[in-house]
């Protein structure tokens, strides 16, 4: 079982929509959770961070954390073609563990 | 104020010569990190190094692979001998402390000939 474990897609949802990305790990202790962005020829970009259950809402962005189900979960509402990228789900006790990420396309 | 820099972006080498990728991290992160990315794959991790303490290397795929940090700041990654497998992006990040978010460069895209 990987550590960290993500949909590879590709995720395709039309513009205006809310798009669900899904995020599960192995290790129990984990402690802090992290959603990255990275468009296509570009390094990631931190867009979130979230460390109790529940949610954590910036924006259109949307964290959800279970730490009972070890699931993290990003939503993005009103999805704008700009939206459009690999999200990688980066989950941290004593280390980062990076999952291989979900590609996220928005159709106009 | 200035983000994680690496320099070159790119490189262009021949198979078997040495290559150097520097990272400057952004000051006062202590922790330090090396990624390998490979043309549609996820982050390999290579290196990381937190402050003075020795580095955990447990990442590095062969004895080709070396990095140092000098000064606790700037770091080089060196490969020695490349091969063409060698070929990918290279990312370097750092963080304030080992459980909090990394911020990334912008790479160092190394193709092998």
């Known amino acids: 079982q990987k550590e960290v474990e993500q949909n590879s897609g590709p995720l395709s949802v039309p513009e205006g929509a809310i798009a669900s990305l899904n995020c599960t790990y192995s290790d129990r202790g984990s402690q802090s959770f992290f959603w990255y962005r990275q468009y296509s020829g570009k390094s990631p970009e931190l867009i979130m961070s979230i460390y109790s259950n529940g949610d954590k809402e910036d924006g259109r962005f949307t964290a959800q954390l279970n730490k009972a189900s070890q699931y993290v979960s990003l939503l993005i509402r009103d999805s704008q073609p700009s939206d459009s990228a690999t999200y990688l789900c980066a989950v941290n006790k004593e280390d980062m563990r990076f999952g291989a990420g979900t590609r996220l396309t928005v159709k106009p | 104020g200035a983000g994680v820099s690496q320099s070159p972006s790119n490189k262009v080498t021949e198979k078997g010569k040495d290559v150097e990728l520097r990272c400057d991290p952004i000051s006062g992160h202590t922790a330090l990190y090396w990624y390998r990315q490979s043309l549609g794959q996820g982050l390999e991790f290579l290196i990381y190094?937190?402050?003075?303490?020795?580095?955990?290397k447990s990442g590095l795929p062969s004895d080709r692979f070396s990095a140092e940090r000098t000064g606790g700041s700037v770091s080089t990654l060196t490969i020695q001998r490349t091969q063409q497998e060698d070929s990918a992006v290279y990312l370097c990040a750092s963080s304030t402390h080992r459980n909090q978010p990394q911020h990334f460069g912008d790479g160092t895209r190394l193709s092998i000939l």
């Open positions: 190094f937190q402050g003075n303490s020795a580095p955990d």
